[in-house]
């Protein structure tokens, strides 16, 4: 399977994993795309509850931890799609439908 990771690398390139993908805004200018390869929830992360979808919370020993996710980060792109201005609602409801995207992939048998 996708192995979580983090990469550097330009948006708008189609990317070949399986899984959760956020492009982050860091609070110096800077972005980060982080690969959640074949994790689920929970994740260990929560959001400042409005737009900007901005992380407030990385829960001690999460994936999101391992990940290096830090709060203030903003989440700009789920799995390519920008989200950068969108409701905190919808941001999440998309990172939630890719996150049983991928499950249920995973769970297709053997072609």
Known sequence: GARPGVIERRWGVPAPAVG???????????????LFGDAQ???????????PCRVKEVKPGTVCERLGVQP???VVHVNGERVL???IDYVVELMK?????SAR???LPDL
Do not use: K, T, Y
Not at 41 to 51: H, K, Q, R, T, V
Not at 97 to 101: K, S
């Open 97 to 101: 439908r890719v996150l049983a995207a």
């Open 41 to 51: 929830p929970p994740l260990g992360l929560s959001f400042e509850p409005m737009a």
């Open 20 to 34: 959760l993908e956020l492009g982050f805004l860091l609070p110096e200018g800077s972005e980060r795309l982080v």
């Open 85 to 87: 201005g969108e409701d």
């Open 105 to 107: 992939q995973r769970n």
């Open 72 to 74: 203030g980060w903003r």
